[in-house]
Structures are given as C-alpha cells and as structure tokens.
C-alpha cells in the first residue's frame, strides 16, 4: 500500500513539474502575444499556435487553461504536502493517514480515502457520537440530581418525623438521655437482621449512643446489657404507640 501511494505520490510530482512548465509557457505565452492576435483569439476565428501551444478557442478558453493549470497546481501542491512532508535533503516517508481537530473532536484522515464527502460524514459522524456522549452526561447528571433530591426529601422527612415525636416525649426513649436533631439515630426496635421491618410501629428515634451500642441485638437483650430499666423504656415505646 504505502509503495503504491509512493508511486502515486511521485507521479503527482511528475505532473507538478510538468504543470509548472506549461504554465509559465501559457504566462509567458499570453505576455507576449501581439494585440492583433488576442483579438483574434477573442473574437474566437483564429486559430493561433505559439511557442508550440496550440489556441483554437477564444481568449476566454486560454484563461480558462490557465485558471485549470493553476488549480491542478495548486491540489497537487496541497496533496503532496500532506502525503509527503519532505525535509530539505531527506525525503521521508510518505504517511497515510494525518489526524486534524474540528470543534473539538480529532479526526484520522486517510489519503487513501481522501475524498471530501467521506471525511464530511465522518466528521459529522464523530460530531453526533460527542452529542450523545454530551445527552448521556447529562442524563446521569440528572439521575445524580435525582438523587440528591430524593435524599434531601428523605432528609426533610426525617426532621420531620423527629420533631413529631419530640412533640410527645423529648428525650431518648431508651437511655432518657437528650434527644436532638444532632444526636437522632433512627432505630428498628425489632432489628432488621432478625427480620424487624422498617414499618413506623418498629421505628423510634433514639440518640446515637443508644443505637450504636444496641447494634442488631433485641429490645430486650440491648436493655439487659445496658443495664437500663425495661418499665420506662416500655412505657415511653407505648407513648409513641410503638410495638415492641
Ligand atoms: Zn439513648
């Protein structure tokens, strides 16, 4: 392949310089022709053959000829300086393939394929693929956003829960220690290892301390432990009509 683009390369080197000649014949050829002749030439009757190139159209076609030789010129030049970036005395490689950035986004462009439509529908490609990545970081920012809402909702409701209870009895009901927005632990009474649910009769704010310490054991074995007073404990989970 890459010998292949060598020699396509280097034919359009060939075709440069052959090019390159013709049209300083044509430039000069034009700069010198007599007045009478460009009439002629204009008027589209003569057919004029000078220093060797032949004119049978009109002035408009030698322009025209000139116009087509400089733009031939002017792609083999573009072609030939991204396929075949010459140093001043060592020619190196020709490559395949250059890498360019539009909005952003890097694209591979093959001289292989070097056609203007491919690279506009890979570009658009690539383009639309950035989009839905875009669509889908926005999706999970809003999930996320989501979230955050559903634990600030969740928040809210657990302040208002406690103040709820704090309306009936202001301290913890286990310990009878303070009971504050602070130190307010969400409990099972029945533990949800043993299969307490999270319903609001198995429910009670109690402080931190109290929840740490009963940890997954029962009511009955965190009271026997902590050598606190079953009665007041009872009475209190009665008040906030709690089973236990
Ligand atoms: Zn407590």
């Not at 926005?138 to 955050?148: H, R, S």
Request: hydrophobic residues 35%; charged residues 30%.
């Amino acid at each position: 392949m890459r010998l292949e683009k060598k020699v396509e390369l280097d034919a359009l080197r060939h075709e440069k310089q052959e090019l390159e000649v013709k049209k300083s014949q044509l430039k000069e050829s034009i700069h010198n022709l007599r007045i009478g002749v460009l009439r002629s030439l204009l008027s589209g009757t003569t057919t004029a053959i000078y220093d060797g190139i032949r004119y049978d159209q009109k002035a408009g076609g030698v322009i025209d000829q000139l116009y087509l030789i400089s733009s031939r010129l002017y792609e083999i030049s573009h072609r030939l300086s991204f396929g075949l970036p010459f140093g001043p005395t060592t020619p190196r490689a020709p490559k395949d393939s250059t890498s360019i950035t539009i909005a952003g986004a890097k694209f591979i462009v093959s001289f292989k394929e070097w056609n203007e439509n491919q690279i506009e529908s890979s570009i658009e490609t690539k383009l639309k693929a950035r989009e839905i990545e875009k669509a889908k970081i926005l999706e999970l920012k809003a999930k996320v956003a989501t979230t955050n809402g559903e634990k600030r909702s969740q928040a809210q409701r657990f302040r208002r829960d406690l103040h709820e209870q704090l309306k009936l009895l202001q301290r913890c009901p286990y310990c009878e220690g303070p009971l504050t927005e602070c130190n307010a632990h969400l409990d099972h009474i029945y533990p949800i290892s043993k299969g307490g649910l999270s319903s609001l009769k198995n429910l009670v704010f109690v402080c931190g301390r109290c929840n740490i310490n009963k940890g997954d054991r029962t009511l009955r074995t965190f009271l026997k432990a902590f050598n606190l007073t079953e009665k007041s404990v009872h009475d209190d989970l009665e008040l906030l009509r709690k089973d236990f």
